[in-house]
């Protein structure tokens, strides 16, 4: 329940910066869009709201903002013709990578003392309580 009490703020004030930084034109939504490109190529709205575990229509919303934007474009998916897949531009490159350039910067300052194996034992026991949660569906309405 520690962890759970840390990570709520933590997610808020990291979210809340990087509105901050929003200089760029790149909201939290949309940064969380262009990251998942970026790291995973052209993917489908559905595959990154089941990626990110968020509803299909606030993903759809992102991507549209970053399109208007011109840092994402759809183009044609060979495997399903009514789900187009959705890459970044060349802007969309460049926002991206100077949105997590700021970010990695910023994190180097917060390491500090910590090593290699703190991090390595975080992002393990960040990754079995993600799993835990796994069975958790972002489209289901919440129980009344």
């Known amino acids: 329940m520690e962890v759970f009490a840390l990570v709520g703020p933590l997610y808020r004030r990291v979210q809340r910066r990087i509105e901050l930084d929003a200089a760029q034109g790149v909201s939290v939504g949309v940064r969380a869009v262009l990251d998942l490109l970026r790291e995973n190529g ?29 840092l994402v474009e759809s183009i044609p998916n060979p495997a399903h013709q009514r789900s187009s897949l959705i890459r970044l531009t060349d802007a969309g490159h460049a926002a991206i ?10 994190l180097r300052q917060a390491a500090g ?28 309405e919440p129980p009344c």
């Open 97 to 106: 990578t100077a949105v997590t350039t700021r970010e990695h910067a910023l």
């Open 42 to 70: 052209p993917m489908t709205v559905p595959q990154m709201g089941r990626a990110q575990s968020l509803s299909r229509q606030f993903v759809q919303r992102m991507v549209n903002d970053a399109a208007a934007g011109g």
């Open 113 to 140: 003392d910590l090593t290699d194996a703190d991090v390595a034992t975080c992002v393990r026991v960040l990754g079995r309580m993600l799993e835990l949660f796994d069975d958790v569906d972002a489209n289901a």
